[in-house]
């Protein structure tokens, strides 16, 4: 089983800044993709940002530019969020995909989700 855990959310004003976390543990052979989705109230469940490999990022349309998506290890990746937006107010949730170590099979895990809140 893996574990995802996010850190971080919190309240700011429009024009701020805030630093997501997301932590990885249990059963982990590699990660492959790392991402960020956000949820807001009465929207689906929508992507932010991700990280495939290492390597390429992949960001929505109304976050470019102003939100940044890296890792930290093998296991721990962030979202800065700058210039922020009250259309932003969300709960943010982590995402991985890789493959367990115990079985070398695929798998895919949520955070429990982090509140971020941008007021005007």
């Known amino acids: 089983q893996v574990q995802l855990v996010e850190s971080g959310g919190g309240l700011v004003q429009a024009g701020g800044s805030l630093r997501l976390s997301c932590a990885a543990s249990g059963d982990i052979f590699s990660i492959h993709a790392m991402g960020w989705y956000r949820q807001a109230p009465g929207k689906q469940r929508e992507l932010v940002a991700t990280?495939?490999?290492?390597?390429?990022t992949n960001y929505a349309d109304s976050v470019m530019g102003r939100f940044t998506i890296s890792r930290e290890g093998a296991y721990t990746w962030h979202l800065q969020m700058n210039s922020l937006k009250p259309e932003d107010t969300a709960v943010y949730f982590c995402?991985?995909?890789?493959?367990?170590?115990?079985?070398?099979?695929?798998?895919?895990?949520w955070g429990q989700g982090t509140q971020v809140t941008v007021s005007s």
């Open positions: 995402n991985a995909d890789g493959l367990t170590l115990s079985t070398i099979t695929r798998f895919e895990s």
């Open positions: 990280l495939i490999k290492g390597r390429t």
